[in-house]
């Protein structure tokens, strides 16, 4: 199974739901600043890299984790990514789809904008990890959700 994590740039939530995935992030407490500050991709996609699907890693079960930015086009892309999907015969229960920007709050909207959008990279990425923290048993309930689906898909 393929498991997409996407948001709007690929620089925060989807990056910090694939590394909950992944097990880079703890399941049993918040992580601290450093930690999420580290983990790989963290606030360092470019607004060009916007729409490209980047290969983050397997999980504990073999399935392949990416990351994606949708910018504001998220309906649009996935409409595409289904089409294609349909096109070449790939059943659509294979390949998962995880809004990742439903978890966000508006202190990584703000982080994001000052980080990625104006280049005040220092206190932007620190607001935007705040939020994250704030919002991180969303994030985490969203990813167990996804590793309870695939358990089940995984018994089929």
């Known amino acids: 199974m393929i498991v997409l994590y996407h948001c709007y740039g690929a620089a925060h939530s989807s990056v910090l739901s694939a590394a909950i995935h992944l097990g880079l992030l ?3 407490r918040i992580p601290d600043i450093k930690e999420i500050r580290e983990i790989p991709f963290f606030d360092r996609k470019k607004s060009e890299e916007i729409g490209i699907p980047f290969f ?6 073999g399935n392949k984790i990416y990351i994606q930015g949708m910018g504001g086009s998220d309906k649009i892309v996935i409409g595409l990514l289904q089409d294609i999907m349909e096109l070449y015969g790939i059943p659509e ?7 990742a920007l439903e978890n966000v709050n508006i202190l990584v909207r ?3 904008f000052l980080s990625r959008r104006l280049g005040l990279i220092f206190p932007g990425r620190v607001i935007s990890i705040i939020g994250l923290q704030l919002a991180y048993p969303k994030f985490l309930a ?6 309870e689906y695939i358990a089940k898909f995984c018994e089929m």
């Open 56 to 61: 983050y890693g397997y999980d504990k079960r």
């Open 26 to 28: 703890a399941e049993d």
């Open 142 to 147: 969203t990813v167990l959700r996804v590793k």
């Open 110 to 112: 703000i982080g994001g």
């Open 93 to 99: 229960r294979e390949v998962l789809l995880v809004n």
